[in-house]
């Protein structure tokens, strides 16, 4: 990306002893953290010191801060409930709810397996396990609405998910995600303790819980947001996390690429300032006919 000259036309960059660079068209701190953002990561609801050592080993995480930038690699969408009989060949990926009809386990040895059978008004998919077979048994209830989200297969012309991720429905009215589920990098280590990548993206769901709008300020001048279309700071960081659609994703991702950007290059004309403002240069007492050459 190439930021064009004209939107360091009207900046007059001041140079303080704090590390804070200031863009005097509006006064804003590009590394000025709130308050809130800069408290250690243990005080988060559902972190406490155990997890919090392991955040902080494992992935680098120490405070607020740290967890609102450590930005998924993915997202799923589950927006939308799919039909079971308008699944087919082309349906990569699908979250389809219906009534658990009954489950049963079969096969011996390497073959063995977990099948369950969830029926919708339009058919029934079968979700089969071959691992964690016995603790995924304890959970299921028949009759009860679940959301079962997987990659779709076919086996004899019926579709089937392996290994889905299985939600109770306890409120049809909230079983559908306003916003695309994002995926977190995480390890083995946090796995076993329970912070898988869902897991990590419910603390960043508390943290924005706790996170106004005003504590994460703005550090783009206004002028440079309004002419660019660019949307807010915190619109980025919130939709980069849960973005309500692809289309904010994108907005969020041009957001934040252009924030880098631009802060890297107001750095670099702030080191030329001072190189400018230090150093006389050199003075050549002759010079010579080669020189333009």
């Known amino acids: 990306m190439i930021i064009n000259s004209f939107l360091f036309s009207h900046l007059h960059i001041r140079i303080f002893p704090s590390p804070c660079i200031y863009i005097c068209s509006n006064k804003l701190p590009i590394t000025n953290l709130a308050s ?26 120490f ?12 997202h799923i969408d589950k927006t939308s409930i799919t039909k079971i009989e308008d699944l087919n060949s082309a349906t990569e990926f699908a979250q389809v709810q219906g009534k658990l009809w009954y489950f049963e386990t079969t096969g011996g040895g390497s073959a063995r397996r977990l099948l369950a059978y969830l029926k919708d008004d339009t058919g ?24 079962a989200f997987g990659k779709i297969s076919f086996f004899m012309d019926k579709p089937q998910i392996v290994h889905p991720e299985l939600e109770i429905v306890k409120d049809p009215k909230a079983a559908v995600k306003s916003y695309l589920e994002p995926v977190y990098t995480t390890t083995e280590k946090l796995k076993a303790k329970g912070l898988g990548g869902r897991q990590i993206g419910k603390l960043t769901a508390a943290l924005f819980s706790i996170l106004p709008e005003r504590e994460v300020e703005e550090n783009l001048p206004h002028y440079i947001v309004e002419r660019l279309k660019l949307i807010s700071r915190y619109q980025a960081l919130l939709n980069i996390h849960f973005p309500s659609s692809a289309a904010m994703y994108d907005q969020a991702v041009r957001r934040l690429k252009f924030e880098e950007l631009f802060i890297a290059q107001v750095r670099l004309a702030i080191v030329r300032i001072e190189r400018h403002r230090k150093s006389k240069g050199f003075i050549f007492q002759k010079v010579g006919e080669h020189f333009n050459t």
Do not use: C, H
């Open 36 to 61: 809130i953002l800069s408290q250690p990561i243990e005080y988060l609801k559902g972190v406490g010191p155990l997890r919090a050592d392991l955040l902080k080993k494992e992935l680098s995480i």
């Open 63 to 74: 405070t607020y801060s740290d967890l609102l930038y450590l930005f998924p690699y993915r």
């Open 124 to 147: 029934v998919i079968e979700l089969t396990w071959f691992k964690g077979m016995n603790w995924v048994e304890k959970t299921l209830k028949e009759g009860e609405t679940y959301n």
